[in-house]
């Protein structure tokens, strides 16, 4: 079992950024592979970016490419969002998800993550 809790949420103005944390609860948290994906209201939750078990690996929607960076800390079993650049369109609940992936690399489809954080919101204003 995996837990996950994000935090780092909250209001920014279009142009600003945020950092998202996710810690992680276990002892094999180099092993797991972990992603963000978000979800407005009505819609279906959208990948974000994905990083390999490793950190070697990273992925990232093209919606959000050049302005986010997903990274990992071991020693910390944390994973990160640094949003930079913000715009209206990133306003949703922002989700952290993890699996154990071993010898994977990154991970892009929200069925491919079988644990999942309860979600912070993201709101950036105009």
């Known amino acids: 079992q995996v837990q996950l809790v994000e935090s780092g949420g909250g209001l920014v103005q279009a142009g600003g950024s945020l950092a998202l944390s996710c810690a992680a609860a276990g002892r094999t948290f180099s092993s797991y592979a972990m992603g963000w994906f978000r979800q407005d209201p009505g819609k279906a939750r959208a990948f974000v970016a994905a990083?390999?078990?490793?950190?070697?690996?990273?992925a990232y929607a093209d919606s959000v490419k050049g302005r986010f960076t997903i990274s990992r800390d071991k020693s910390k079993n944390t994973v990160y969002l640094q949003m930079n650049s913000l715009k209206p369109e990133d306003t949703a609940v922002y989700y952290c998800?993890?699996?154990?992936?071993?010898?994977?690399?990154?991970?892009?489809?929200?069925?491919?993550?079988?644990?999942w954080g309860q979600g912070t919101q993201v709101t950036v204003s105009s």
């Open positions: 998800a993890a699996v154990f992936a071993v010898g994977l690399g990154v991970i892009t489809t929200e069925r491919g993550y079988n644990y």
């Open positions: 990083i390999s078990p490793s950190g070697g690996n990273t």
